[in-house]
């Protein structure tokens, strides 16, 4: 299921990304969500990191407390693509 995100540039990038094995290895790889946001301009999508960001705070909000409690544990959650880091300072 894809969380509407009012983006369908990054659904469809998502959409592909998740259905190519090369793709998720690059994806998994990126240092960021800009990086993200590149990959998929150079494959001819336009959406920023800003709206990959807002796309996963939605997705985290609309999960299960089971959910919620595996992804807080590390484990991947079927369906879905996550890519975060948190950042204490």
Same mark, same amino acid.
């Given at each position: 299921?894809? #969380?509407? #995100?009012?983006?369908?540039?990054? $659904? !469809?990038?998502?959409?592909?990304?998740? *259905?190519?094995?090369?793709?998720?290895?690059?994806?998994?790889? +990126? !240092?960021?969500?800009?990086?993200?946001? +590149?990959? *998929? !301009?150079?494959?001819?999508?336009?959406?920023?990191?800003?709206?990959?960001?807002?796309? %996963?705070?939605?997705? #985290?909000?609309?999960?299960?407390?089971?959910?919620?409690?595996?992804? +807080?544990?590390?484990? $991947?959650? $079927?369906?879905?693509?996550?890519?975060? +880091?948190? %950042?204490? #300072?």
């Amino acid at each position: 299921m894809m #969380t509407s #995100t009012g983006n369908p540039q990054l $659904e !469809a990038f998502l959409h592909k990304v998740k *259905g190519d094995q090369a793709l998720l290895d690059q994806f998994h790889s +990126a !240092a960021c969500l800009n990086d993200i946001a +590149a990959m *998929g !301009a150079g494959m001819g999508f336009q959406f920023t990191g800003v709206d990959i960001l807002l796309h %996963q705070a939605s997705a #985290t909000l609309k999960l299960s407390p089971d959910a919620l409690e595996a992804l +807080a544990a590390g484990v $991947e959650l $079927e369906g879905h693509l996550w890519k975060m +880091a948190i %950042q204490w #300072t």
